[in-house]
């Protein structure tokens, strides 16, 4: 972005496209309200589940415990979660990041880190994805940077998230 104003109006507009659209998504079913760590939807409603500035950004907050019934319950109804940005209020790494990774794969889930190009907050540039057990990572097509895995203390590459999985 190249100013801060830029990104002001750039941020404004995407509300004012939001707000514009609420009423119809509403009526439409595209709107629906819900909380975590429980929501109301079937198992594998969804292709992709995305938790933008909640998850991690509230590591103050939000639990640990919290943290994994979220994910494991954004999992259940969608085969891949994406969860941005994994840093807390104060700009530093989420203190949950590490034993959310390890208690997911232990779980079996395949968990990477991947850096993207929307940075708002300095250093706010990675997202988790997190994906159910028995997927493999599998990089979207157009993801910005390179996917990398957090592999857990003597785990081997294969099925769960280490390095082989790429």
Same mark, same amino acid.
């Given at each position: ?43 594998a ?52 990041i ?37 997927? &493999? %990572? *599998? !990089? +979207? $097509? =157009?993801? /910005? #940077? @390179?996917? &990398? %895995? *957090? !592999? +857990? $203390? =003597?785990t /081997? #590459? @294969? ?8």
């Amino acid at each position: 972005m190249p100013d801060p104003e830029a990104l002001g109006r750039l941020r404004l507009a995407a509300m004012e496209r939001f707000l514009f659209d609420y009423p119809a998504g509403q009526r439409d079913g595209r709107y629906v309200p819900d909380s975590l760590p429980r929501l109301g939807f079937a198992d594998a409603t969804f292709d992709l589940a995305l938790c933008s500035h909640c998850l991690f950004l509230y590591s103050g907050r939000l639990t640990l415990d919290f943290h994994l019934a979220s994910i494991r319950e954004l999992c259940r109804v969608a085969a891949e979660t994406r969860i941005f940005p994994l840093i807390d209020l104060a700009g530093r790494p989420s203190q949950h990041i590490t034993p959310v990774c390890a208690k997911l794969r232990d779980e079996g889930y395949a968990v990477s880190i991947q850096k993207v190009d929307y940075e708002f907050v300095k250093g706010g540039n990675e997202m988790m994805v997190v994906r159910g057990e028995g997927h &493999r %990572f *599998i !990089p +979207s $097509p =157009g993801t /910005p #940077g @390179e996917a &990398r %895995f *957090i !592999p +857990s $203390p =003597g785990t /081997p #590459g @294969e099925g769960k998230g280490g390095g082989a999985d790429l």
